[in-house]
């Protein structure tokens, strides 16, 4: 199940803790390495981590808690440490053949082409992933149902970005992304039929930028 950015957070705290003292750091010693505002909150982040399968404990013991899925923190610290060479190699080598070009107005006479079109014109040196589109909530930027977009990591946007973002509460979503007053973010669909979400920016983590959309006919 994916991480908040705060979860992930007292995630990673906690794995480091153990790992230079040997023993799980207090309730408070969390809150206060991670400024949060009340131990409830630490409570609410470490049950919904032990919900989410990320870490262990044994109530019958203090300061017990035992990290048992490090696959968020080994996926960031390979991120920091560059980009999937498999993912470089796949860029690379996947070329299609160019042909021509094709007039979307008048027709044009068709010259053939020795040209071929690499994924890497889309992606360049990037660390990109893919998502597949469900849902109709795009569908005037013309991301449709089925879509497969394809995404820049990166955790910060600019106003008007269409970014895969992760709200506090657990869910993923695909919007575009606007600043608002009083550190509030608003997350629009490109469907006038659907509402807009409005979030506390820290309730909000940015996965990616959508850079590209491929479709399947």
């Not at 207090?26 to 949060?36: R, T």
């Not at 109530?59 to 960031?76: G, H, M, T």
């Amino acid at each position: 199940m994916p991480l908040t950015k705060r979860q992930f957070q007292v995630l990673f705290f906690l794995d480091r803790f153990v790992q230079e003292k040997g023993y799980c750091p207090s309730f408070d010693e969390i809150g206060k390495s991670l400024h949060l505002s009340s131990l409830a909150t630490v409570h609410k982040h470490i049950n919904t981590l032990e919900r989410k399968g990320f870490i262990r404990r044994d109530y019958n013991r203090s300061r017990s808690i035992e990290v048992v899925n490090r696959e968020p923190l080994d996926q960031a610290a390979k991120a920091k440490r560059g980009a999937d060479p498999v993912q470089a190699r796949v860029t690379r080598d996947l070329q299609l053949p160019l042909l021509g070009r094709i007039a979307a107005g008048r027709p044009l006479e068709a010259v053939p082409s020795n040209e071929s079109l690499s994924l890497k014109e889309f992606v360049g040196s990037k660390s990109v992933f893919v998502l597949q589109v469900k849902g109709s909530s795009m569908v005037e930027d013309h991301i449709c149902d089925g879509d497969f977009v394809v995404v820049e990591k990166t955790q910060s946007a600019e106003n008007g970005d269409t970014v895969v973002a992760l709200i506090d509460n657990g869910e993923a979503t695909l919007k575009k992304f606007y600043r608002e007053k009083n550190d509030y973010v608003r997350l629009q669909p490109a469907n006038a039929e659907m509402q807009p979400i409005v979030v506390k920016a820290k309730d909000l983590t940015i996965q990616g930028r959508v850079i590209a959309v491929l479709r399947k006919y």
